[in-house]
């Protein structure tokens, strides 16, 4: 199908702007996307119309948010494919989520010489619960290693795998090069020496299918905030015995079942790892955001963005001196580059004079960065609102950044 | 010249630039390349500005009575605002460098033009300077 992207761009009333007399292009949507109208509306309906505690009223507000918030739940598990809703954890985003299996998961079952496999194109987030959980444990973190494409090196996965394996934790897209992971055949491979894969779908869910059906994957995170949601609001998805045989993370109201001074005895999942008024608001309107996708079809987002990649490709690889860093075969619509004598800093500060965002710097993967053997990169990331023009835009805002900066 | 002269004159020659972007950063551009390298023995780690995206290198020495500042950077707008910086706090007496008050990075519009997380690498530059001007006033006393 082909899509109207002028009307979509309608629906983002945020890129109806100018920076610095300029019509905003906004390219950092790995950082985090726009949201559209239905999300924003969404959460001031709800404060409008049925802000209430959930789960424990029994007054009409209470009950309707408690149903729009369940409702959230419903929409992602379909969209992940889980197979209860027990399995949907509502968390404050990746980092929390994946802190909450390092914590919880990790704490019980990882043990002093155990073995934890990271790559090399792990966000801060993914490296360092796994840090803190070696620390105190005394387990020890395993790197996979990638080639100068930005692809991990699947023999070198192998050759780490072991009886010692305990865990397996990787990004499913790199945010700083948009390398996508084979996934598959690392879950599969963890499994058959008993690891645990937890996958980090941060960048992934807002451009990729996701089945953790199929992908027989233990845990799944992400942040709602990159998938046209509100920030604050995550999602950790997790095998249903793995959950009901973890301890509870936060101790609180919500997670129990019934409080003595004695012994306290915990809810059923998933509301054991909910402790706390959640962020009632954020939940309810991710709905939006998640309907949102499936309306236009994440098929028809995917073709259209590798379209804008392809695009972006060919025209930056044609600028002298520039070169893009992260060459790897499967990619999402996501770009960086380094300009020969520029500082990414500099890149970014003077398309930021021209209205165009972009993010410079080390994008939280400072490992990633010492392995390429450069400061930092400047990345364009692509999400579906945007267009051919902006980034023909871009192009004459890099040939701009050479004239004044060379 | 006193601290406030000196960020008056710059606010003056900024005065030209007031809607040509392209002009402010071309200068700045050229007081990045005008600003003589710092001498690879200062470039230490415990003279690395934190908060910086790129790396800021300060040094400070004290002379007759005068904090002497240089400093340097990877990337050449943030060596041309170090550079703006060295030439209104540089050269000064401790008390006269805590006393100032840096109006001419609002003045000039940089603030605005200069992301948060950028302009808060120049807060910490200035931050630092301060620090190294305390130093050297408890030194006097
Ligand atoms: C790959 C990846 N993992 C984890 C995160 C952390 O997500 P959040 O900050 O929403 O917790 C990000 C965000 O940039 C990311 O890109």
Redesign the pocket.
Known sequence: MKLDINKIRHDFPILEQSINGKKLVYFDN??TTQKPSVVIEALKNYYEGYNANIHRGIHHLAEKATAAFEATRKTVKSFLNANSIEEIIFTY????SINLVAGTYGRKFINAGDEIIISTLE?H??IVPWQMLCEEKGCILKIIPINDEGEIILEEYEKLLSPKTKFVSV?HV??ALGTINPIKTIIDKAHAVGAKVLI?G??ASSHLDIDVQALDVDFYAL?A??LFGPTGM?VLYGKKELLEAMPPYRGGGEMIKEVTFEKTTYADLPYKFEAGTPNIADVVAFKFALDYIQNIGKTNIAAYENELLAYATEKLESIEGLTVIGKAKEKVSVISFVLEGIHPQDIGIILDQQGIAVRTGHH?TQPLMQRLGIPGTARASFSVYNTFEEIDALVAGILKVKKLLS | MTINELQDEIIEEFELFEDDWEGKYEYIIDLGKKLAPLAEEFKTDENIIKGCQSVVWLNARFENGLVIFEGDSQAIIVKGLVNMLLKVLSNHSPTEILNADLYFIEKIGLTSHLAQTRSNGLASMVKQMKTYALAYQSLEK
């Not at chain 1, 985003?93 to 929390?96: Q, R, S, Y």
């Open positions: 790995a950082a985003g990746t980092t929390d966000h987030s993914n990004v790199s945010n980090d941060a960048q942040s905030h990159k995550g939280c």
